[in-house]
């Protein structure tokens, strides 16, 4: 789902002039995994700012509103639009609202949640017609670009960079490598054999696999490690349905399907995991100490909502996960620190791109509690 939101007053804006804020929240897949919840007409705009500004102010920011983490993730005071206005107007509220929905939102959870933004701050639904003349936008300054309604996609952070993170970003702007395309001859929940890639062992980690299921379906997949010489074996973390990367697994690929191994690496970092343990993030760090793990709990890792103003310098871009504890979780649970993944295996499968102290620390007592966790990157 993406929400466009008019921006009067854009942080670290180019020339001051209004900017669209984009903000994309990743949706649930046919389990209802994955995704950001929000239930429609379950909460009043007044009751929903009645429960923010006790947050603030009792809670020390901490809420408790389960069904709705999607206007969690954007109204908290930490939250997404309170980090991408000017710091010095933080009572600014956007001058307009507009949401598209994805194939899978359930129906009518965008116009819900549009009426509920429009009503909280009070402004109109709708992009106008004139937003890429008067707006800051991803087309350009205004006047440049046509009004072209696309969605947002990467991820976000204001955490240590790690070195590894700093090879994946190298290797999305300068390609690392060329691809290889084929046909596989066989394949499982992690692997897939090739009959043409000729590989060493290392040479694709940190690349992505993408591969067919059938003539309309195709999944991927992050290398983990290949065999070496002709006809490889590529294991992967696991297989990522592309449309809801942050639920379920994948379906298996077809065993005589086509693959391809794209140049560019591992090209998003928006799965946020958390842990209990003391953490002090350090450049050569690959994971988080002791990263939770409960089996079915609400603060496993997850998928980031992510959001981006146009027209800003530096450029910033904001990851607000909320976790939302639930009955399985172990609690209470602390939590004091956090890394951002390119993918949702837990352990060495992935690239931690971003480490991050969680300050103040954050306790879990009671299912239903909520914490926002926002992490800005900002870069030239």
């Not at 947002?152 to 060329?178: D, E, K, W, Y």
């Not at 794209?262 to 946020?272: E, I, P, Q, R, V």
């Not at 102290?357 to 299912?367: G, H, K, N, W, Y």
Request: charged share 15%; proline share 7%.
């Amino acid at each position: 789902m993406l929400i466009e939101l008019g921006n009067a007053t854009p942080k670290n804006s180019v020339d001051g002039r209004p900017a669209v804020t984009e903000m994309y929240f990743p949706e649930a897949d046919d389990q209802g995994l994955g995704g950001y919840s929000h239930k429609n007409g379950g909460i009043d705009h007044n009751d929903l700012r009645d429960h923010l500004v006790d947050s603030a102010v009792y809670a020390q920011g901490q809420t408790q509103l389960p069904d709705h983490e999607i206007l969690v993730s954007i109204l908290h005071p930490d939250g997404s639009w309170a980090n991408h206005i000017d710091p010095s107007d933080l009572r600014s509220r956007p001058l307009w609202v507009a949401v598209r929905p994805d194939p899978l939102t359930p129906k009518g959870r965008a116009k819900d949640i549009e009426k509920v933004l429009s009503d909280y701050w009070e402004v109109p639904i709708g992009k106008p017609e004139t937003v890429e003349r008067d707006f800051w936008t991803r087309n350009g300054e205004p006047g440049v670009g046509p009004d072209i309604y696309t969605q947002a996609g990467l991820p976000p952070l204001t955490a240590l960079f790690t070195n590894v993170g700093r090879v994946q970003q190298a290797n999305n702007h300068g390609g690392g490598q060329v691809g290889a395309t084929g046909q596989a001859s066989a394949s499982s929940a992690t692997t897939l054999t090739t009959t043409t890639t000729t590989s060493s062992t290392t040479q694709w980690n940190g690349y992505r696999l993408y591969a067919t299921v059938s003539a309309t379906v195709m999944v991927w997949g992050n290398v983990v490690s290949c065999t070496s010489g002709a006809n490889a074996v590529f294991t992967v973390d696991r297989w990522y349905a592309a449309a809801t990367p942050g639920g379920a697994a994948g379906s298996t690929p077809s065993a005589t399907g086509t693959y391809m191994l794209a140049d560019g690496g591992n090209l998003s970092a928006w799965f946020c995991g958390l842990t209990t343990s003391a953490y002090t993030p350090a450049a050569t760090d690959t994971s988080i100490p002791s990263e939770y793990s409960t089996a079915g709990g609400g603060l496993l890792r997850k998928i980031c909502p992510y959001a981006l103003t146009s027209g800003t310098s530096p450029m910033t871009y904001t990851l607000t996960p909320v976790f939302t504890a639930n009955g399985s979780d172990s609690l209470p649970s602390t939590i004091q620190g956090c890394g951002f993944f390119t993918g949702m295996v837990i352990g060495s499968a992935n690239t931690m791109k971003f480490g991050d102290a969680v300050s103040p620390t954050a306790t879990f007592s009671a299912s239903g509690d909520q914490m926002t966790l926002t992490q800005t990157v900002t870069g030239s």
